[in-house]
């Protein structure tokens, strides 16, 4: 297991957009990955999942990746954040 904690730049945060590139990229994985946001932990690889943690700009969220390829799709996770998702 592996995890990494990385901020939310996106001016609008997790919204849908950004949210279906996130688990677009997570399912390329055969890795259980989830991220931990405030008190809630969401499935990264579920729409609804990562909509539903409301994760907003500048907030910090910690991924957590379970598997054969754990630490390729953390890194890879990590690199689509920083970069901003798409926007």
Do not use: W, Y
Not at 33 to 41: K, P
Not at 61 to 68: K, L, W
Request: hydrophobic share 40%.
């Amino acid at each position: 297991m592996v995890s990494r904690k990385v901020v939310i730049k996106n001016p609008t945060g997790l919204h849908l957009r950004p949210a279906g590139i996130l688990c677009k990229e997570a399912m390329q994985f055969k890795s259980l990955i989830t991220f931990t946001f405030r008190d809630s932990t969401a499935n990264a690889k579920s729409v609804l999942s990562v909509l539903g943690a409301c994760v907003k700009c500048g907030d910090e969220i910690e991924f957590v990746c379970e598997g054969e390829d754990e630490q390729e799709a953390l890194d890879t996770l990590v690199q689509a954040v920083e970069s901003g998702l798409g926007e």
